[in-house]
Structure formats: C-alpha cells, structure tokens
T-cell receptor, first 114, second 115 residues
Framework: GQQLNQSPQSMFIQEGEDVSMNCTSSSIFNTWLWYKQDPGEGPVLLIA?????ELTSNGRLTAQFGITRKDSFLNISASIPSDVGIYFC??????????????FGQGTILTVHP | NAGVMQNPRHLVRRRGQEARLRCSPM?????VYWYRQLPEEGLKFMVYLQKENIIDESGMPKERFSAEFPKEGPSILRIQQVVRGDSAAYFCASSPQGASTNEQFFGPGTRLTVL
C-alpha cells in the first residue's frame, strides 16, 4: 500500500523559531493535506494543496506541493506555545485519482519551549 | 455550524463485549469515513460510507467489525467481541456530497479501552 514518510519524527524548539517539516512518498500524489492534532482531539485541517509547485499560506503556516508531486513541505514561522501538537501529512489513495480514503504519515511531534 | 460529532468520547469495555461508536457528520455532508489511530501512530483508514451504502471497506477487519450509515441517524461503527488489541482512538471524518476535493473534516474521536 501507499506510504507517506514524514520527517523529522519530533522537534524541540524555542518559542519564536521557525519550523520546517516534510513528507515524501514513493508514488505521485495529486493532493496534499496537512493536519494538526492536539492531545485528546481529532486532526484539524490546516492547509490543502492541489497543484504541483503550489505554495499556500494560512497565517504563520506555509505549505508547498513539491514539483515532483512526491513530496510536500510545511513551514511554521515565529512559533508560539500553542503550535505544540502532532502534524500529519495526508493524501488520497491511489495517487489522488479517487476520492475516499486518506493515507496519513506517521506524524511530526512539535514541542515549543517558552 | 456544528462540526463532526462523535460519542461517546471515551468507552471502556471488557473483553468479549460489544462496542458501538457513533458519528454525526457535519451538516450537509453525506460522506463518512472511519479511521483508527494506535498510540504514537498516524491514522489508518477503515471504511468509507455514503448514506445507506458502503463504498470502501478495504481497511476494516473482516471479522467482528461492521459499519453502517443509515438514511436517518448517525453512522455507527460496531465492534463485536472486543479484544485488547482493539484499544485505540477511532475517528470519524466527513465530506460534502459531490466533493471535488479530498478534504475531510474530523471529529474529536472515541477512545476505546478494552480491559
């Protein structure tokens, strides 16, 4: 089955620092989704990407859809304590040609020290 | 505008009992998805339903697990004769009918503990 590999697995940063994480796949994706999950809660959609090369921002968050369509990056600028959580990349199965199930990466755990 | 609702939030069952997890999609959404998350792992797809139809159940174990999304009422994920390995967080997501995107919106989850 399809697999998404996220890196790094965890990050420990100081408040105010910028953060970068990425997600790679062995197969092409037509859609990349980035979610954040707080402890004890469900994932919340942060950014959706639909075109290769697309760069999309949502406040302090910026995500890019890689040109090869096999990777995506998420950047968080000027981190704050409430950025703490687990960040997941996700994409639709079968390279994005069918709607339905999402494949998730294993997540990047972000810790922000005040 | 209420989001995806799931209940109960926490469920404790003894081995051999049945677990019923409920999901009400966002208003106007007719597609429902169930995912399972083990501790420190990502979410794994289980089943995709539309009203009264199972579209894709490729991620659901063949035995003891079933799902439905009736014409009226919430979607139900049912686990019969639970075992300790069923302990996990179960998330429901929904998307609008005829969605041209793959965006799915998640509920808060049900955390199942099997004793």
């Amino acid at each position: 089955g399809q697999q998404l590999n996220q890196s790094p697995q965890s990050m420990f940063i100081q408040e105010g620092e910028d953060v970068s994480m990425n997600c790679t796949s062995s197969s092409i994706f037509n859609t990349w989704l980035w979610y954040k999950q707080d402890p004890g809660e469900g994932p919340v959609l942060l950014i959706a990407l639909y075109k290769a090369g697309e760069l999309t921002s949502n406040g302090r968050l910026t995500a890019q859809f890689g040109i090869t369509r096999k990777d995506s990056f998420l950047n968080i600028s000027a981190s704050i304590p409430s950025d703490v959580g687990i960040y997941f990349c996700a994409g639709p199965n079968a390279g994005g040609t069918s709607y339905g199930k999402l494949t998730f990466g294993q997540g990047t755990i972000l810790t922000v020290h005040p | 505008n209420a989001g995806v609702m799931q209940n109960p939030r926490h469920l404790v069952r003894r081995r051999g009992q049945e677990a019923r997890l409920r999901c009400s999609p966002m208003k106007g959404h007719s597609h429902v998805y169930w995912y399972r998350q083990l501790p420190e792992e990502g979410l794994k797809f289980m089943v995709y339903l539309q009203k009264e139809n199972i579209i894709d159940e490729s991620g659901m174990p063949k035995e003891r697990f079933s799902a439905e999304f009736p014409k009226e009422g919430p979607s139900i994920l049912r686990i019969q004769q639970v075992v300790r390995g069923d302990s996990a967080a179960y998330f429901c997501a929904s998307s609008p009918q005829g969605a041209s995107t793959n965006e799915q919106f998640f509920g808060p989850g049900t955390r199942l503990t099997v004793l």
